[in-house]
């Protein structure tokens, strides 16, 4: 394992308007003012990586881990065709950019859902077993110890966020500048970010993003809300677990209602008893329970 320069942390989740409300209520007590410029983005379901660029070079990438230390996955990484090596400091209108002394770029790994589907008849038609998750499949891919096979797993990636970031005199002044120049540096970053300003935007605009989920080309499990002005960003700052300025929006689980068929007592060993509860198969979004 390696140490992060910058924790990697978790966000935190909201499930409920009202939730939303709470988080909105703490942001614009910060920032003096209702009209806080908000991002809405897809929240992508991978595995979160962390990619240290010196002087625009490639040096190493870890896992999150357990958010101080992570794994060494730099060989693994190097075989995904649209990590840039080195960054570009010439914008395709040939303006220049700078490039930082030291970065860490954080991102998500992921597998498309038709690469996903690909690997997965693959593998049926070799007689091994299908991946249950696109999750599943990035997170055993970029961990494998041999990065040819990582390679023939097609994953992707996207960034939306860095940790350290050196000079601290050119990290840009709002989030949505951070993904232009990240960008314009060569890196893939996350396309459909929406805004809105103050809570009825905000909320408006989450629920037309959570229809739209279902139309990304790769897994989502919610949307990310994120405060726009690095700024307010820092003034919120963090608690232990996550930042203040940042939002995991998720969508209620499905349920759905079967009926139980019996209850047996499997009697143990050691003369414990362990219920067990069979219920009738249901169906929930297209998956047999
Ligand atoms: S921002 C400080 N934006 O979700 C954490 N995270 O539950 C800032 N994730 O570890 C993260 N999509 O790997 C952010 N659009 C997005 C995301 C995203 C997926 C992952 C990320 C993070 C986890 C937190």
Known sequence: TDRHETPMLSLRKAYSHSALQRFHKQVSHASNEEAVLYLIEPKIDGIAISLTYEQGNLVRALTRGNGLEGDDITANIMTIPSIPKKLTDTTEDGQKTTIPDRIEIRGEIFSNFSDFEAINRQRESRGESRFTHPRSLAAGSAKLSDSNQTAQRKLSVLFFGYGDFLPSSIVPKTQREFYQLA???????????????GIDRLSTAINDEKSNLSEHPYPTDGLVVKVDLIALQAKLGYTNQAPRWALAYKFAPKQAETRLLSINIQVGRTGLLTPLAEFAPVSISGSKI
Not at 183 to 197: D, E, F, N, Y
């Open 183 to 197: 960008h314009s540096w060569g890196l893939p970053v996350l396309q459909t970010v929406r805004t809105a300003k």
